[in-house]
T-cell receptor, first 110, second 113 residues
Framework: AQRVTQPEKLLSVFKGAPVELKCNYS??????LFWYVQYSRQRLQLLLRHISRESIKGFTADLNKGETSFHLKKPFAQEEDSAMYYCALSPKAAGNKLTFGGGTRVLVKP | ETGVTQSPTHLIKTRGQQVTLRCSSQSGHNTVSWYQQALGQGPQFIFQ???????GRGNFPPRFSGLQFPNYSSELNVNALELDDSALYLCASSLAGGEETQYFGPGTRLLVL
């Protein structure tokens, strides 16, 4: 069975400060990891996936298989980054049947 | 290109009743996944349909069932509703059996009294 843990329910940072959202997972096989974001009054949308190795909206995430982590980072938070963030895992080549973490709410203060 | 739509937006049922939720996939997408999101939690995978066949199921009882139609739209049916079924139900569509990016709908909020 797979599990995704996001230990922080709420992260509050000032504009321009770095932000890091923690994500730890447990899965015995080879996982694919994702970060999804939900802005206020919008639907859930993909932010990034580890296999694409892209930086989206200044966010990056590195898969650390040794620590089974996939933390999301941004060096300088912006007010528009305020949203709900979910880390998710899917077994590789299994059709993205996602297991989500509980989510972290990010509040960026001016 | 039309995005994923879901109907109804919200509804109220009583315990023991049955409910059908509907999802229209994004144009050209042949895969639909359903998720249940309880208040304050992340979405939980219910099942996935690919080309009208169930293509994987999460840890949900058989009273949760689904269908996918030839136009790739989908239904989620829940029988014998329980109070704990109160949640936001999300569907997501994608290409290629789910291997490509999933696009989520706005959800249907179900309240069971």
């Amino acid at each position: 069975a797979q599990r995704v843990t996001q230990p922080e329910k709420l992260l509050s940072v000032f504009k321009g400060a770095p932000v890091e959202l923690k994500c730890n997972y447990s899965y015995s096989g080879s996982p694919e990891l994702f970060w999804y974001v939900q802005y206020s009054r919008q639907r859930l949308q993909l932010l990034l996936r580890h296999i694409s190795r892209e930086s989206i909206k200044g966010f990056t995430a590195d898969l650390n298989k040794g620590e089974t982590s996939f933390h999301l980072k941004k060096p300088f938070a912006q007010e528009e980054d305020s949203a709900m963030y979910y880390c998710a895992l899917s077994p590789k080549a299994a059709g993205n049947k996602l297991t989500f973490g509980g989510g972290t709410r990010v509040l960026v203060k001016p | 290109e039309t995005g994923v739509t879901q109907s109804p937006t919200h509804l109220i049922k009583t315990r023991g009743q049955q409910v059908t939720l509907r999802c229209s996939s994004q144009s050209g997408h042949n895969t639909v996944s359903w998720y249940q999101q309880a208040l304050g939690q992340g979405p939980q995978f219910i099942f996935q349909y690919y080309r009208e066949e169930e293509n994987g199921r999460g840890n949900f009882p058989p009273r949760f069932s689904g269908l996918q139609f030839p136009n790739y739209s989908s239904e989620l049916n829940v029988n014998a509703l329980e109070l704990d079924d109160s949640a936001l139900y999300l569907c997501a569509s994608s290409l290629a059996g789910g291997e490509e990016t999933q696009y989520f709908g706005p959800g249907t909020r179900l309240l069971v009294l």
